[in-house]
């Protein structure tokens, strides 16, 4: 082949190399749209049809657009995105394979198309056959020129169910075809060693039986057991999500497999997984969602690459938006993160798509500054971290205009900076999120919002520190970095042996860790208090309410909270402005804790007893908030208090990598940078340096503007 792809380290992440040279990752999308000019990257991603024939060929609009591209520019590179759907008539012949939805949606003829159940081995086994063929020929056809094949099934290719919510938040059940009972059948065997003790113990169902256990209902799903919680002792939802996760799973793993043989491993692989940090952005959706694979797929070898798009609330003038995607998992495991990079601009205003009023009320930028901005802010967080990036003209024209693709332009050029620079953000704060929990908690926002979606977006930016955010099984592993702020978000569901892994290596780490809710709350053993102390080291109790979670603090002599209040003006956190009933207002149940030998610093509101509390454990420091999320002044000292470096005094959105910084902010005026030792500080857009062999930098912000900048000590030409 004249061309060969792989992942390799480069500039500490895993980073596309093709011909044994490191290649920038920023690509423009083509779907036959006259955008395409020379102020985009040299590397194009392409769109197979959305149903492919079952014959591993080539169609006939696939080979027009590569043609189309090479006319244009004989040495592009290319990327291919297919849909690996059911043709006509396999879904014909296959009825029971098909995705199944209650009577009453089908009878109503909500759900416009059928779509192959992603349990059907059928269905699996079709397009596995198919990407071996598919993918040697493309590898074939174009010399190795297409360096990276992905792929995606579900709504949006994204491998979302079919019945997500929609714009208007109907909530269309799934999945109840026969092939998913099946496979839920089969995945029950495997689960409990084919015990049927065990199965009616899990469930806390004497009926229970692996031969007609069935795919939980709209009730069974939207029940829990103890307020925001389910206990672990009735497993049976569950089980159902975790068992649809991993057909999901299985099918990633089998077409990634197929691709990657069919090209000897010389293409990067790439599909949609693992963005379950957004589960809770719809009271529904997350428990429909089946990106919640991430810890068996990015261990399995097959998926070089994981594609999502940013998370959609924050991306307005001064937000912040974060991955879907935990990328220190990522990198960890040496696999890289492929931006869906659809970033509204000005030129999409007024724009009729489907949709594209969601994203004006999330917020759209209403001028070309404004645009420039986001354009650099999101952008630049995929250079900065090392990412792949594509940009997607969604709505279409979110591109047409001539200064828009000049911003695109000189983006790329600094991308091909960056590569040859040290990326990747710097963890001095790891935030860990477990994608378990998630199936075991309240098929509600109001818990899981404010802990994995809007502090994501509104705080862990804002404070002035570095961060990178994890999955939480990535603690355990050896190369996990020595980060001295833990933020372990969703702990709940974890057994003694956990609680006593995660216990040994925090000892004599030095560490700060913050807990929140009720860590170790769902035991296997039922909801369990004793599991919160063991592993926090704090006493607790609940209280049989639903209320408002916020704390106020009470204690300002602290180094947490010095600064943050007073008794007569207290700072208070956890909930939305002014304690709101906003989706992450009220939930139940609420926790306080209740031991002498903690240092409290705030009360609950609702219950006046302890909801923040430090002390001192064998070697580390443990600080437990029962409110869900921290606000930025608290963590920024906490930070402080855990000897984390501080780069920036305001609440600017900060990006830090060992070579790179993103600036972004809203509110003309100075800002100033300190770093930790004295170095330069040079502007990558327009060349400037702003300080030489100094540890402050003081950088001018516009009204609306993002800096993206090189610091140390040898800049780059």
């Not at 080979?63 to 690996?84: G, H, N, Q, S």
């Not at 939207?222 to 068992?243: G, M, N, S």
Request: hydrophobic share 40%.
């Amino acid at each position: 082949m004249k061309y060969h792809a792989d992942l390799r380290p480069y500039g500490g992440v895993p980073t596309i190399f093709v011909n044994d040279t490191p290649v920038h990752s920023l690509m423009i999308m083509h779907e036959g749209r006259p955008f395409l000019t020379s102020a985009f990257p040299g590397m194009y991603l392409v769109h197979q049809p959305p149903v492919m024939n079952d014959d591993g060929g080539i169609s006939p609009q696939l080979r027009e657009r590569i043609d189309w591209v090479l006319e244009k520019e004989p040495d592009a590179l290319l990327a291919l995105y297919t849909f690996p759907w059911a043709p006509a008539e396999w879904a014909a012949a296959h009825p029971e394979e098909l995705q199944g939805f209650e009577p009453e949606v089908e009878a109503a003829g909500l759900v416009e198309h059928r779509f192959p159940s992603f349990a059907s081995a059928n269905w699996r086994n079709l397009f596995k056959a198919y990407y071996e063929k598919f993918a040697r020929l493309v590898h074939e056809t174009y010399d190795g020129r297409v360096i990276l094949q992905n792929f995606g099934s579900g709504s949006c290719g994204e491998w979302n169910p079919w019945g997500a919510p929609d714009m208007a938040g109907r909530w269309f059940l799934e999945d109840l075809s026969s092939a998913m009972h099946d496979h839920f059948r089969r995945w029950l065997r495997r689960r409990y060693h084919d015990d049927r003790d065990a199965l009616r113990y899990a469930w806390s169902d004497p009926r229970a039986d692996f031969d007609t256990a069935a795919v939980p209902g709209r009730e069974e799903r939207l029940q829990t057991d103890w307020f925001t919680f389910r206990d672990t002792r009735k497993r049976k939802v569950a089980d159902y999500y975790e068992a649809y996760a991993d057909a999901i799973a299985e099918c990633i793993i089998a077409f990634g497999t197929a691709i990657k043989r069919a090209t000897d491993n010389e293409v990067i692989v790439s599909s949609h997984c693992g963005g379950f940090l957004d589960n809770g952005f719809h009271a529904f959706f997350y428990h429909q969602t089946v990106v919640n694979s991430l810890r068996r797929v990015v261990r399995a070898g097959a998926i070089d690459c994981f594609a999502g798009p940013l998370s959609y609330i924050g991306r307005k003038p001064g937000g912040s938006p974060s991955p879907m995607i935990p990328g220190g998992s990522l990198r960890l495991h040496g696999k890289l993160r492929l931006q869906d990079q659809d970033t509204r601009t000005c030129a999409s205003l007024g724009s009729t798509v489907a949709g594209n009023e969601v994203f004006s009320f999330l917020g759209v930028p209403a001028t070309l500054a404004e645009s420039e901005a986001v354009l650099k802010r999101d952008a630049g967080r995929a250079i900065l971290s090392g990412s792949a990036l594509w940009w997607h003209d969604l709505p279409k024209g979110n591109y047409d205009d001539p200064a828009i693709e000049r911003i695109v332009s000189r983006l790329t050029d600094i991308a091909r900076v960056a590569i040859h620079l040290e990326r990747g953000l710097i963890p001095d704060m790891a935030v860990l999120a477990d994608e378990r929990a998630v199936f075991h908690q309240q098929c509600a926002n109001r818990l899981l919002y404010p802990l994995l979606y809007a502090q994501r977006v509104e705080t862990f930016c804002h404070a002035g520190i570095s961060w990178e955010i994890f999955e939480q099984g990535d603690f355990l592993e050896p190369d996990f970095p020595d980060s001295r702020l833990l933020l372990m978000l969703n702990p709940f569901l974890l057994s003694r042996k956990e609680i006593a892994a995660i216990r040994a290596k925090l000892a004599g780490s030095g560490r700060t860790v913050v807990w929140f809710v009720a860590p170790g709350i769902q035991s296997p053993r039922g909801f369990d208090l004793d599991a919160v102390r063991e592993l926090t080291g704090f006493h607790a109790r609940a209280v049989e309410v639903e209320a408002n979670p916020r704390v106020s603090l009470t204690n300002y002599e602290h180094p947490i909270t010095k600064g943050l209040g007073s008794l007569q003006a207290p700072h208070s956190f956890g909930a939305g402005f002014l304690g709101t009933d906003e989706r992450e207002s009220i939930y139940g149940p609420l926790f306080y804790i209740d031991d002498a030998d903690a240092e409290v610093l705030g009360m609950s509101d609702a219950l006046y007893k302890p909801g923040l509390a430090v002390k001192k454990m064998d070697g580390w420091t443990s600080v437990y908030s029962t409110a869900p999320r921290l606000s930025r002044p608290l963590l920024r000292n906490l930070a402080r208090f855990a000897g984390l470096h501080n780069y920036l005094d305001t609440e600017d959105m900060l990006i830090v990598t060992p070579k790179l910084l993103l600036l972004h902010g809203i509110g003309a005026g100075p800002r100033t940078l300190r770093f930790p030792t004295p170095r330069d500080v040079v502007d990558l857009w327009t060349g400037d340096v702003l300080s030489r062999a100094s540890t402050d930098c003081r950088v001018e912000l516009a009204k609306v503007d993002t800096r993206l900048l090189f610091h140390g000590d040898k800049p780059p030409n």
